[in-house]
């Protein structure tokens, strides 16, 4: 069985930096791209940062771009979001995610991954 558990959220000011951590167990991780997504209160869940089976693609949303960076440890089957200039608006419960598809390149679409994290909250006070 599937088991992706996320660490590394937190309280942070507007202007810091936090860095997600997510350990992916069951099966073989370097075969499937992995996501981060996120949900805020009284939203919807929304796409964050993908990124290809072998690391060498990865996916942005334009909200987050040139702020996140998405990477992964195939030794450590961990994926990282590092996140920089956090704004209040990047309030939300983080989750990451295992593609269905093997040696994909990511998706911006929930629906592309069967393998979700239990989330972690970060909030970004201004």
């Known amino acids: 069985q599937v088991q992706l558990v996320e660490s590394g959220g937190g309280l942070v000011q507007a202007g810091g930096s936090l860095r997600l951590s997510c350990a992916a167990s069951g099966r073989t991780f370097s075969s499937y791209a992995m996501g981060w997504f996120r949900q805020a209160p009284a939203k919807e869940r929304e796409f964050v940062a993908a990124i290809s089976w072998n690391g060498y693609s990865t996916l942005y949303a334009d909200s987050v771009k040139g702020r996140f960076t998405i990477s992964r440890d195939i030794s450590k089957n961990t994926v990282y979001l590092q996140m920089n200039s956090l704004k209040p608006d990047d309030t939300a419960v983080y989750y990451c995610?295992?593609?269905?598809?093997?040696?994909?390149?990511?998706?911006?679409?929930?629906?592309?991954?069967?393998?979700w994290g239990q989330g972690t909250q970060v909030t970004v006070s201004s």
């Open positions: 995610a295992q593609s269905m598809r093997t040696y994909g390149i990511g998706s911006t679409f929930a629906r592309e991954y069967n393998y």
